[in-house]
């Protein structure tokens, strides 16, 4: 089980180390949970510093997935490294709705984030015209198998999927449990298909869009929900701690 905050373009640099000094101290001890936070990157360095001694993991919310050299305000999987990264969110649909990321631009990335052994949250998840389409199946095949193309794994702890439909964001509008256990059983069988039968079924595939404590026991307990990547109920030390609660009580 692995519970990921997504804390977006939220938080300056006080802001952040005080929310994170705040989950750590909320959490309490999170059990077999994996728990990890990702704040704005000019924030990464001082809320690494604030969760020192905690089983608190750090992640950034995407990455360039060149080496480095003249790309103006773009950030390296090493300098995200330098800064205490273990995981770095790629392919979030925020970025390939507004900033015109591409598939081919998500599997350049997960390579490079592999290469430097960061931990890839791989965000894949249909729009409510797809889904309304009956197209949501197609598109989420599209994005998982062009993520991952060329991509050689071995160790199932490698890599990361989260499945938030799009009309789920920030709309308070949540997947029902059966809908999310349908995807997420879906893409175990595309990540077996892609990968391998082993990997698949090792492979952490988290439910993200308007998971809070209200609805996180539910979703959780489904069994292709690995986990849950938390967008507005993250920036609440209390809630976000609700949610790992609800998360180690399924685990
Ligand atoms: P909300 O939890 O605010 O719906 O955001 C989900 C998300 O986009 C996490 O990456």
Not at 36 to 50: H, K, Q, R, T
Not at 132 to 150: F, L, M
């Amino acid at each position: 089980m692995l519970i990921a905050g997504n804390w977006k373009m939220n938080t300056d640099l006080p802001g952040a180390a005080k929310l994170a000094e705040e989950v750590v101290e909320a959490l309490g001890d999170p059990g077999p949970v994996q728990v990890a936070v990702c704040p704005p990157f000019v924030s990464l360095d001082a809320v690494f510093g604030a969760l020192r001694g905690s089983s608190v993991k750090l992640g950034a919310q995407d990455m360039h997935f060149e080496e480095g050299g003249a790309y103006t305000g773009e950030v390296s999987a090493a300098m995200l490294r330098s800064v205490g990264c273990t995981y770095v969110i790629l392919g979030h649909s925020e970025r390939r709705q507004y900033f015109g990321e591409t598939d081919e631009h998500v599997n350049k990335k997960v390579r490079q984030a592999l290469a430097h052994e960061l931990v890839p949250i791989v965000c894949v998840g249909e729009t409510l015209k797809e889904r309304e389409a009956g197209q949501e199946r197609h598109v989420v095949k599209g994005q998982v198998e062009r993520a991952v193309e060329s991509v050689v794994l071995s160790d199932p702890a490698r890599l990361v999927v989260a499945y938030e439909p799009v009309w789920a964001i920030g709309t308070g509008k949540t997947a029902s449990p059966a809908q999310a256990q349908e995807m997420h059983a879906y893409i175990r069988r595309l990540l077996a298909e892609f990968l391998g039968e082993h990997l698949a079924g090792n492979i952490h595939i988290l439910y993200g869009g308007s998971m809070k404590p209200a609805n996180a026991d539910e979703l959780l307990s489904q069994k292709d929900v690995d986990g849950g990547l938390i967008g507005g109920a993250s920036l609440q030390a209390g809630a976000f701690a609700a949610i790992v609660a609800a998360g180690k009580s399924q685990s």
